[in-house]
């Protein structure tokens, strides 16, 4: 394999065996594909100042820069914009191994070869690739050869990476496309390692959903970051895409001001699901809890029951649904069924086979902490939230809410995320 920085500097020969100048850059076009073909050199110290030479005019790369033509009719080439300059646009830059899932720096850059065409095939990120860069690779290759072992290359193909720099032309769609596959929780820990100015061009071209399923898996101070530099339209939108729980926590840590802003921009239903949670202390049961849950009418059968699940808005948004909650009309807590109780059961059987008077169940003024101990104790994925005065279901605790602050974070972030959380 051929690397850039063998090539930095050397000397440019042309057809006859004469110096014409040294390599000082080259540039590479179609990063969308697999292997960008290179497309031109860039020459500095020529008799006619800096100049770009065109890549048919490359006979070689290595061991020698030599050109197939006379240094008087090197073939000129002229920039259009699109294209990307490697040492000046991609050496040392940070960026993305997508496959990896990890924010890496570019150490050197690996060229290949393929007929008479020549191609950037991946980025080193390794030590090998710095110690290269000094001109010490040898010295460490012969070493490792005295111990019989071989040094390690750590070069990602470039299909797996993308670009976050936020003045960098490799900020195109083909990048943004890679990002978005990788897990929320993947995008949110390389959020954490960027700055504030870098981290919101990572975050360009990210639908609100992607966005918001992001934001819910980073830290708080990334959270405020990356809203405060949205319009506010847009900030309210993301906030409505995440998980009540999430957005009112999100919204408590706001100045007050600001958070009536992009409370007023919510729809109304989401608005009186967030000013609802914001009525109680956030490390109560009633400031953890989600009010997306899936519940049924108690006149129902299964059958009726599985078509409302199926059709209802409310319970389409409940991510979680792991419980099926029994309700009556004026939304009093009647029965809990599992999903598998329900999928299992005969058509005909009417709900009222699984009320019971004896569910577990919390009030929203319940400390956290006595929550995660019933969910503990019981065995619970979730737990129901209760009106102590009118008796009214208001949302349920999920188990890794409930456990938030008995597990250190970095436990809770281990935990399963459920059906899409």
Known sequence: MIYLSKLLNQKVWDVFGRVIGRLDDILVNNTEQTMPPIIAIQVKNTPRGEQLIDASSIATLWPSITLNRRSEEPLIYHPGGHELYLKQRVLDQQIVDTEGKRLVRVNDLQLARKEQNFYLTGVDVGGLGLVRRLGLDNLVKGTAKLFNKKPKSNVIPWEDVASIEHDDPLRLKV???????????????ILDDLDHHTSKAFLEGFTDEQLADTLEESSAEIQQ????????????DILEEMQPDEAADILADMETVRSEELLNLMEDDDEEDMRTLLRY????SGGIMTTEFAWVPENFTVGEALDHLRTNEEA??????????????KKHLKGV?????LVT???????SKWFDEHIVTVSPYESQDETAYLVAKYNLMAVPVIDPENHEMLGVVTVDDALDTVLPTAWKKKLPRFAGR
């Open 225 to 236: 970051v990356v809203l405060s530099h949205l319009e506010p339209e847009r900030a309210a």
């Open 345 to 351: 059961s005969q058509l005909d059987t009417p709900l």
């Open 337 to 341: 069924l599992t999903l598998r109780d």
């Open 281 to 284: 202390q956030e490390d109560s």
């Open 316 to 329: 389409l948004e409940d991510e979680f649904m792991f419980y099926v909650y029994i309700l009556d009309e």
């Open 175 to 189: 990048s943004r496309d890679r990002l978005v596959q990788m897990e929320p929780a993947d995008i949110a820990a």
